[in-house]
């Protein structure tokens, strides 16, 4: 670690404020180019645990930047790894303030939902199929707390992956019964079809990506509980919505799922 506690708290508590107030700050690696992956990481588990403390609900994790669509449009070159809590997540039919954000993209993703504990290392797509109780369609909305969503690798995993909301929905079937690498998927938004691809564009099946987060968390003394919801990562590139904006993601098999913007 490079930074000390007081700037990890610091940091943190920027970046929250941030995110609840809706606005944007210039990426913290500008003011500290040293800080390490362990920084990021520990500034993210701060806000996490301010939250935690104020009563928010741990519900799952997700895995960013692990389609090359994704990484290409951000200008990255490796997964990263966020958490999920129960005040992110949007129930399908209702309406999400896009004045409550500060510059939301959409984003198709495969969502996990877990039956057994996953822990890593040695994670592997095996164990997570086998720990997978089902799989579903799911929008995750992006909010990167950083101006004009600029940022290298550290500043948005302390900015915890840009995590604000999501939505799961459509049909939910145990993933034994897919082959998830050739899915078709299909974001329309305002009925106009903008973005597909195949379940394959995530790290060449979408289960590698939650075994890469399995195995990361194993590695600094976590695991993925029974029973969470994990994000696998934008199948393609992520969409910027407004206002009236209604988005909808078709995923061959499992159905649809759709949110609108008001
Ligand atoms: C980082 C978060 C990426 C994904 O699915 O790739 C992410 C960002 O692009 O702002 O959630
Ligand atoms: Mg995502």
Redesign the pocket.
């Known amino acids: 670690m490079k930074l000390d506690q007081n700037s990890v708290l610091r940091l943190a508590e920027h970046l929250e404020n941030c995110e609840l107030q809706a606005r944007d700050t210039v990426k913290i690696t500008d003011e500290y180019p040293d800080m390490d992956w362990d920084d990021a990481y520990a500034i993210q588990d701060e806000i996490r645990r301010r939250k935690l403390q104020r009563g928010a609900r741990l519900v799952g994790f ?6 090359h669509a ?1 990484m290409k ?2 200008g990255v070159s490796s ?2 790894f ?1 958490f999920l809590v129960d005040s992110f997540a949007v129930s399908e039919g209702s309406e999400l303030a896009v004045k409550e954000l500060i510059h939301p ?1 959409v ?1 198709p ?1 495969i969502v996990f939902v877990t039956k057994a504990p996953l822990r890593g290392p040695g994670c592997h797509v095996g164990t997570v199929l086998a720990a997978t109780d089902f799989v579903m369609p799911g929008i ?1 909305v ?1 909010d ?1 707390r950083y101006r004009d ?1 600029k ?1 290298d690798l550290k500043s ?1 995993i302390a900015d915890n ?3 604000s909301r999501f939505v799961v929905g459509g049909r939910a079937k145990p993933a034994a019964d897919l082959d998830l690498r050739t899915l078709g998927v299909v974001l329309e938004r305002n009925g106009e079809p903008v973005a597909f691809a195949a379940g394959a564009a995530v790290l060449g099946h979408p289960a590698a990506a939650v075994a890469m987060l399995a195995n990361h968390l194993g590695a600094r003394g976590e695991e993925i509980p029974a029973g969470s919801i994990i ?1 696998s ?2 199948i393609t590139e ?1 969409v910027a919505v407004k206002a009236g904006d209604n988005v909808k993601l078709q995923i061959q098999d499992l159905g649809s799922v759709s949110l609108r913007f008001n």
């Open positions: 997700k895995a960013g930047l692990t389609s994704k449009q951000m997964p990263v966020g993209k984003e993703e995750e992006i990167s969503f940022f948005v992956t840009s995590a994000l990562g934008g992520a």
